[in-house]
């Protein structure tokens, strides 16, 4: 209700009072006075409303959304410790327009593996299946015309495109690591990454060549 409206309201019940209160009390005029200031008590206050600006709603980043702006943005690449070769973003814009949801698979699974906020020998056997899933995408590469691999370079670019995903994870905080912890975290996960790629790669090699292959039975 408006103010206009109140002030209508409040003279009408002023008057109807006065009138009353003349006519049947006659009472004195410092009564009709009292009336006049309940009635302005009544009165309401105006409301401010406040205007809600139409500010766009930020949304949270995904993995593949932060993935892409360490690729092509040369300020995010400056947050990795250590230089990323060229073939490795080929690689996973190779990954993100064929078969997006692997990213999101190995993000769910390293998140589950080191939900204890580190790593160590025993996360071992689970690193070595998402690297050998990521392996196996870079050997399906040799069949693509835009991002060719050489055999000799799977392994050290699986390890590559391992760790980069891995640090993302951490440095944009979809793996909560403390800060100060974060350097030594990765440090340790870098060493672990080349020891399953190593592992993987050894255990192809054996039986590629057959030797010892009763050990292994």
Not at 16 to 23: E, K
Not at 72 to 79: G, H, L, P, S, V
């Amino acid at each position: 209700m408006s103010d206009s409206n109140n002030l209508e309201t409040v003279v009408e019940n002023i008057s109807s009072q006065v009138v009353t209160t003349i006519t049947e009390n006659n009472v004195e005029i410092i009564t009709v006075i009292e009336v006049i200031k309940e009635e302005k008590e009544n009165i309401c206050e105006p409301v401010n409303t406040p205007i809600t600006e139409n500010k766009e709603e930020s949304h949270e980043k995904t993995f593949i959304d932060l993935i892409k702006l360490y690729i092509d943005n040369e300020e995010f690449k400056k947050k990795l410790s250590f230089e990323i070769p060229k073939d490795v973003f080929n690689i996973i814009n190779f990954i993100i327009s064929l078969t997006p949801n692997t990213l999101n698979d190995i993000e769910k699974a390293v998140r589950e593996i080191i939900k204890d906020n580190k790593v160590s020998s025993k996360d071992i056997p689970q690193f070595i299946v998402i690297v050998q899933r990521i392996h196996q995408i870079v050997y399906e590469i040799r069949y693509n015309k835009v991002y060719k691999v050489y055999s000799k370079e799977r392994g050290q670019l699986t390890s590559f495109v391992f760790k980069f995903l891995i640090h993302v994870l951490v440095l944009e905080k979809k793996i909560q690591i403390e800060e100060a912890l974060q350097e030594e975290f990765l440090n340790d996960f870098n060493l672990l990454v080349d020891s399953c790629v190593s592992l993987l790669l050894f255990g192809k090699q054996i039986k590629r060549k057959g030797c010892f292959r009763s050990l292994f039975n």
